[in-house]
């Protein structure tokens, strides 16, 4: 079946604009996490969803950031007046509802704030 | 807080080589542990995974062995191909009910013909 997907691949903006990032999860999966990862590093926690509702956001850096997953399915990342330091790529994760369910990760979408 | 270091990469190996990369964690309790690996343009795969001491994970002939007593995860292959090539991830999850991953660094893994 179908993965997760992302979109878009790359998004390129200026500093101080607003973007958006998408992620569809796998069908069914009630769990959805994203991360980002700079270069050279592991993948780092920001939220994890259960259903519509945010479980989990305190790996998000600041109130620039925000994510919302309104049917409990397709989640939205979006990003404030965007930094340079904002650059990295975003990964998104879905899971079934158990705790020790495997996440299963998309391609990523790479942010490039000039 | 909980935190995972990788030995440190590049690796280069020969093909037929025997792999080792180190993993060692931070976490109170018993986390679950796991390697996941990331092919060139592909994104990140679980590649196998431990859930509590003792456990040995196995997948495409990579193994871990999951020891509490030296909180140490360690990656092992006794023959390397060059589609090993790739970077390896070793991440941590803690017990209770939070489910966020933590990662290492990373390492990346280059087999020579």
């Known amino acids: 079946g179908a993965g997760v997907s992302q979109t878009p691949s790359n998004k390129v903006t200026e500093k101080g604009k607003y973007v958006e990032l998408r992620c569809d999860p796998i069908s069914g999966h009630t769990a959805l996490y994203w991360y980002r990862q700079s270069l050279g590093q592991g993948p780092e926690f920001l939220i994890y969803f259960q259903g519509t509702g945010a479980a989990d956001d305190s790996g998000l850096p600041n109130d620039r950031f925000f994510a919302v997953r309104p049917e409990g399915s397709v989640s939205t990342l979006k990003i404030q007046r965007t930094e340079r330091g904002d650059s990295a790529v975003y990964l998104c994760?879905?899971?079934?509802?158990?705790?020790?369910?495997?996440?299963?990760f998309g391609p990523g979408t790479r942010l490039t704030v000039l | 807080g909980n935190s995972v270091t990788q030995m440190e990469g590049p690796v280069t190996l020969s093909e037929e080589a025997f792999l080792t990369i180190n993993c060692t964690y931070t976490?109170?309790?018993?986390?679950?542990l796991f390697w996941y690996v990331q092919y060139p343009g592909e994104g990140l795969q679980l590649l196998l995974k431990?859930?509590?001491?003792?456990d040995k994970g196995s997948n495409k002939g990579f193994e871990a062995t999951y020891r509490k007593e030296t909180t140490s995860f360690h990656l092992e292959k006794g023959s390397v191909q060059v589609s090993d090539s790739a970077v390896y991830f070793c991440?941590?999850?803690?017990?209770?009910?939070?489910?966020?991953?933590?990662f290492g660094s990373g390492t990346q893994l280059t087999v020579l013909p």
């Open positions: 976490a109170t309790g018993y986390p679950s």
């Open positions: 431990a859930t509590k001491a003792d």
């Open positions: 994760a879905s899971a079934g509802q158990g705790a020790t369910d495997t996440q299963y």
């Open positions: 991440a941590l999850k803690p017990s209770g009910s939070a489910r966020q991953l933590t």
